[in-house]
C-alpha cells in the first residue's frame, strides 16, 4: 500500500460511513479490508442495521462448493461476526442448513423446518432478498437443465424460480459469473451447456438470464475461490445503500459485470506482485519452488485484473505468486481456457505493450549491467 493509501485509511477513523458519499465510500472499500472497514464502524454499523434484516438465498450449482469455504475461512471477522454486524440473515445455503430434501412418492414431504425443499420454494414466494448464486448452471441437453439436477428438479428451473424474484443477484466466483471449469473447451461442452448466471465466457448473449428471458442487476464477483473481502464488502455496499441498483451498476461495474474497485481495468497482478523485482530484472525460475518471477512457468498475472497483490489471501498475509504458483488468471471470464496449458510459458502473449518476454530478459539483463557499468566506472573516477 502506497502513502496516499495509508494516509486516506487512516483518516477513515475520524469519518462517519453514514454521511459518506458514494465515491468516497467505495474508496474507503478499495482502501481497507473487511476486517478494518467492519472493525472501525461496527457501532455505527449496528446502529444504522438495528431495525434492517437483509435476507439471502444462496444457491449451489456446478461447483465445488470452494467459494463458501473461502468466505468460511475468513479470520477477522469471521462469518459469524460479519453477518451478525450487517445483519444479515442467510435464510438459505445448503452447505450450512440443517434440513434436508425429503420426498415421499416423487413429491417433498413435512415442513420447511425439516424439508429444504419446501424452505427454499417459501423463501422465494416471500420475496425481498438478494439471491447468491455459486456454481454455473447447465442449460444441457438441448435446454433442459437435466445436466444439474439438486432435489428432484433441475438446477435452471430452481434458479429461473428463484431469479424472478430477487432483489438483486450476486454471482459468486467464476463458475457462477462465467461459467469457468465447466464451460471448459471439451468433447462434451455444447451437450452439457453450463452458463454462469449473466455470461457464457466473455459472451453475455449467453448467459443463463438470457436463455431465461430475465432481466435483473447482476453483480459479478469472479475468482476460483472469489476473495471473503470482494464477497463482503460487496455484500456490505448493497445492504448499506451504497450501491444502488441498478441505477451505480453502470459506472461501478467493469463491461464484465465486476466492480472495478476490486477488479480495475488498468491493473493486474503482476503490478504488485511480490517476485516482480525479479521479472524487472529478467530473471526467471524455469523450475518449481524457486524464489523468482514465475512468467516462464506459466504465470498469467500480466493478464489478471485484481487486486491480490494489495488485497493478499489468508488474513492479508499472502497470495499464490508469493506461496510459489503462478497465477491462473481464475477472475477473468475466459477461465480456465484463457490460461491453459495453465504452468507452461504463454509463447503467444506478448508483455508490456507486445514485448516478447526473453527481448524483456535481455534488455532488463542488458540495463542492469550497463547501470553496474556505469556505476563502476564513477567510482574509479571518485563521483562517489
Request: charged share 20%; aromatic share 8%.
Amino acid at each position: 500500500m502506497n502513502t496516499g493509501k495509508k494516509n486516506f485509511a487512516h483518516t477513515l477513523e475520524s469519518m462517519d460511513f453514514l454521511k459518506m458519499d458514494r465515491r468516497t465510500f467505495l474508496k474507503a472499500v478499495g482502501a481497507v479490508g473487511a476486517t478494518a472497514f467492519l472493525g472501525t464502524y461496527k457501532t455505527e454499523i449496528v446502529s444504522a442495521l438495528e431495525f434492517a434484516e437483509t435476507k439471502i438465498v444462496w444457491l449451489h450449482g456446478a461447483e465445488c462448493t470452494g467459494c463458501s469455504e473461502s468466505l468460511l475461512n475468513g479470520g477477522n471477522p469471521d462469518i459469524v461476526q460479519a453477518i451478525t454486524k450487517l445483519n444479515v440473515n442467510i435464510a438459505y445455503h445448503e452447505t450450512l442448513l440443517a434440513q434436508q430434501g425429503i420426498f415421499v412418492d416423487g413429491r417433498a414431504a413435512n415442513t420447511s423446518e425439516l424439508n429444504s425443499e419446501i424452505l427454499v420454494d417459501e423463501l422465494i414466494e416471500e420475496g425481498n432478498y438478494i439471491l447468491v448464486v455459486e456454481g454455473a448452471i447447465a442449460n444441457g441437453p438441448d435446454g433442459s437443465g437435466r445436466y444439474c439436477i439438486i432435489g428432484n428438479r433441475t438446477f435452471k428451473e430452481l434458479f429461473e424460480k428463484a431469479a424472478k424474484n430477487a432483489s438483486a443477484i450476486l454471482a459468486v466466483g467464476t463458475c457462477a459469473a462465467y461459467g469457468g471449469i465447466n464451460c471448459a473447451a471439451s468433447a462434451i461442452e455444447e451437450i452439457t451447456d453450463f452458463r454462469g448466471v449473466d455470461f457464457k465466457k466473455e459472451d453475455q448473449s449467453k448467459g443463463m438470464l438470457q436463455e431465461l428471458g430475465i432481466s435483473k442487476p447482476v453483480i459479478n464477483i469472479p475468482g476460483c475461490p472469489a476473495h471473503p473481502d470482494w464477497i463482503l464488502l460487496t455484500l456490505g455496499a448493497v445492504i448499506l445503500g451504497k450501491i444502488k441498483i441498478p441505477d451505480d451498476l453502470s459506472s461501478l461495474l467493469d463491461k464484465y459485470g465486476r466492480p472495478k474497485v476490486f477488479f480495475p481495468s488498468g491493473h493486474t497482478v503482476h503490478e504488485n506482485c511480490p517476485r516482480r523485482g525479479f521479472y524487472d530484472r529478467g530473471e526467471f525460475d524455469t523450475d518449481i519452488s524457486g524464489d523468482k518471477c514465475l512468467w516462464k512457468l506459466g504465470c498469467k498475472a500480466p493478464y489478471a485484473h485484481a487486486d491480490c497483490g494489495l488485497r493478499k489471501w489468508n488474513g492479508g498475509n499472502s497470495m499464490c505468486t508469493q506461496a510459489g504458483s503462478p497465477c491462473i488468471a481464475c477472475v477473468e471470464p475466459g477461465f480456465p481456457d484463457c490460461a491453459r496449458p495453465l504452468y507452461v510459458e504463454a509463447e503467444d502473449k506478448g508483455v508490456l505493450l507486445g514485448a516478447n518476454i526473453d527481448n524483456v530478459s535481455k534488455a532488463a539483463v542488458g540495463a542492469a549491467a550497463l547501470a553496474a557499468g556505469a556505476h563502476a566506472v564513477r567510482r574509479m573516477k571518485g563521483d562517489e
